[in-house]
């Protein structure tokens, strides 16, 4: 039973951040942009569309949609491998790692405002 009960918080905190961005003036990202971002922040580079579509396990194409929206919002940067350049490398962008920090207090303070003790009534003596 704690283990339905602890998905049930994961999926209301997730419900919570959620609902929190949309409220936000934040662009809408799916998922699949939000995987890519997270993996290019947090992943070691260098990054390329082979590589995020082998972490992710999904199509190329599916990473190149993504990278073309994170890119048009100024998330992430294509840069041409200046030694090969057929390749292209992904790299983080202050404005994708702002909105990322700004994701993340998110869900610490939801988290801590869901974990913590309700106030109590005191009743008259």
């Given amino acids: 039973m ?10 209301n905190l997730w419900r919570r951040v959620t609902v929190t961005t949309v409220r936000s003036d934040a662009p809408d990202l799916t998922a699949r942009q939000l995987a890519v971002l997270m993996t290019v922040r947090l992943q ?29 919002l100024g998330f992430v940067q294509r840069r041409r491998d200046p030694k090969d350049g057929r390749n292209v490398f992904v790299e983080r962008t202050d404005k994708g790692d702002l909105f990322l920090d700004t994701l993340g207090q998110t869900i610490m303070a939801d988290e801590a405002a869901a974990v913590a003790p309700s106030p109590r009534l005191e009743l008259a003596s």
Wanted: hydrophobic letters at 45%; a positive charge.
């Fill in 2 to 11: 704690e283990l339905v009960r602890d998905q049930v918080e994961a999926l």
């Fill in 44 to 72: 070691p580079a260098p990054h390329t569309v082979r590589g995020l579509a082998a972490t992710l396990n999904v199509g190329k194409p599916a990473i190149t949609r993504a990278l073309d929206t994170l890119t048009r």
